[in-house]
C-alpha cells in the first residue's frame, strides 16, 4: 500500500498545479486582455484564449520494456512526443522503462489502480485476468497487422474492447504501435516434429503460450529484459520476442542458435497506451483528442520501422551463424487447430469473450475472403521472383 502512494505521488506531480494552471490560465488571459485594453486603442478583436486557458499537465507512463529497445519503447517515446508537440509542451508524458514505476508484466495493474496515470503495454500480458486480453493484441493464426487495425478501427473492435476495459479495469486503450508478423522464436535444438515439443521449457506470453501449452510446451512469461539470462542459464529452451531487429538488440542469437518462422501466435501484435479511466475524464477535450491522435501516429511509425528494420538485423543474424528453420506443417496444423479448440473453450464458459469472438470471426472471415483475391494473389506472384 505504501508504495502505491508513492507511485501515485511521483506519478500525479503536477496534477494539483494542472488545476491551478487551468483556472490561473483563464484569469490571466482575461486580465492581460483588460490591461491591453486600457492601454492601447488597436487591441486585435481576435486574441487568442483557447491555447492559454489549457492546463500544464505533467504524467509518467510505465512500460514494459527497456530503453534499450528503441522501436518498441520508442513507441512510448513517439506517443510522449508527439502530444508534447501538439500541446506546445503544455501536457508532458514521460515514459519509464519497465521496473522503474512498475514490473514490466504489472503495466495494467498500476494503471487501473490509480498509481500512475498511464502506460504502454501488450494487453496479451493480463490474459489471465480475461482471455478477452488476447483480442488486444494478436490472437494465434488470426490477424496480420493491416487486418487487426482494419478491425480495431473499422470493424468496431477498439469499441468493443473500450467498453470491456472500461467496465473491468477502468481503463480507457487505444492502440500504440504494431509489431507486424514476429518471427517463430529461439531454440536451442531443433524442433522438427510435434513430439519435439514435449516438455520443452519456453518463453511465450498470451495466448499463444496457452496453445504451446496444450502442445506440451512448459510455457514461462518473462518480460523482454530476463530472457537473455535465462536462455543463457538453460532456465529456458527457447523464447520469442518480436522479431530480428529486436531479438539482435537483446542478444539472443548468443545464447540460441536456430530462428523458428512464422511467429503463429502473434501475425500482427498491437500495442497499445492504458490511460486510468478517472485520469483521463479530467483532461480536457483537446487533451484527449490529440492523445488519440498521437496514439494512431505511433502505431503507424512503429510498424513501419519494424518493416524497415527487421530485413536488415536479419541479414547480420544469418551472417554471424543464425540458422533459420521453418516450423514443420505437422507443428502448424497442431497449432492452429489448438488454437481454435481454446478459442472455443474460452467462448464457451465466458460470455465477454463469446461476444467479442463472434464479431472477431465474422470479421476474419470476410477480410480473409478480400485479402486472398487482392493481396496474396498479387504476393504470390512476385515473391516467387525473389533470389533464394
Not at 268 to 294: C, F, H, M
Request: aromatic letters at 12%.
Amino acid at each position: 500500500m505504501e508504495r502505491r502512494k508513492i507511485l501515485r505521488a511521483i506519478a500525479h506531480s503536477s496534477i494539483g498545479a494542472s488545476v491551478v494552471g487551468l483556472v490561473g490560465g483563464c484569469n490571466t488571459t482575461n486580465s492581460t486582455t483588460n490591461a491591453t485594453s486600457a492601454n492601447s486603442q488597436t487591441t486585435s478583436p481576435t486574441t487568442t484564449t483557447t491555447t492559454t486557458a489549457l492546463p500544464t499537465i505533467e504524467w509518467q507512463m510505465a512500460t514494459s520494456w527497456p530503453t534499450s529497445l528503441d522501436t518498441i519503447f520508442g513507441g512510448a517515446q513517439t506517443l510522449a512526443d508527439r502530444v508534447a508537440a501538439m500541446t506546445g509542451g503544455k501536457f508532458k508524458i514521460t515514459p519509464r522503462a519497465a521496473g522503474e514505476l512498475a514490473p514490466g508484466l504489472e503495466v495494467l495493474n498500476v494503471v487501473s489502480q490509480g498509481a500512475v496515470p498511464c502506460g504502454h503495454t501488450a494487453s496479451y500480458y493480463y490474459v489471465g485476468k480475461s482471455p478477452v486480453m488476447g483480442f488486444g493484441s494478436s490472437l494465434p493464426f488470426g490477424y496480420n497487422a493491416q487486418q487487426q487495425n482494419a478491425w480495431l478501427y473499422e470493424g468496431d473492435g477498439l469499441k468493443q474492447l473500450q467498453d470491456f476495459y472500461a467496465s473491468k479495469f477502468n481503463l480507457i486503450q487505444f492502440p500504440a504501435g504494431n509489431t507486424g508478423a514476429q518471427m517463430g522464436g529461439w531454440f536451442r535444438k531443433e524442433i522438427t516434429k510435434l513430439s519435439d515439443l514435449q516438455g520443452l521449457k519456453m518463453r511465450i506470453p498470451g495466448l499463444g503460450g496457452q496453445v504451446m501449452g496444450k502442445l506440451g510446451v512448459t510455457v514461462q512469461t518473462l518480460p523482454g529484459g530476463e530472457i537473455f539470462q535465462a536462455l543463457q542459464t538453460g532456465a529456458i529452451d527457447a523464447a520469442e520476442w518480436v522479431g530480428p531487429y529486436d531479438d539482435e538488440k537483446l542478444g539472443l542469437n548468443k545464447v540460441a542458435q536456430f530462428y523458428y518462422y512464422p511467429g503463429w501466435w502473434e501475425p500482427g501484435t498491437s500495442l497499445e497506451v492504458q490511460v486510468n479511466l478517472d485520469e483521463w475524464k479530467k483532461l480536457p477535450t483537446e487533451y484527449q483528442e490529440i492523445l488519440r491522435t498521437a496514439s494512431f501516429e505511433s502505431n503507424m511509425t512503429m510498424l513501419s520501422r519494424y518493416d524497415t528494420r527487421n530485413n536488415q538485423a536479419l541479414q547480420r543474424l544469418v551472417q554471424s551463424g543464425t540458422q533459420l528453420r521453418q516450423y514443420s506443417e505437422e507443428i502448424l496444423n497442431a497449432a492452429e487447430q489448438a488454437s481454435y479448440e481454446l478459442y472455443d473453450e474460452f467462448a464457451a464458459k465466458d460470455a465477454d469473450f463469446k461476444t467479442i469472438y463472434e464479431s472477431w470471426k465474422q470479421f476474419r472471415d470476410r477480410v480473409y475472403a478480400w485479402n486472398n483475391l487482392n493481396e496474396s494473389s498479387f504476393e504470390k506472384f512476385v515473391y516467387s521472383k525473389l533470389a533464394t
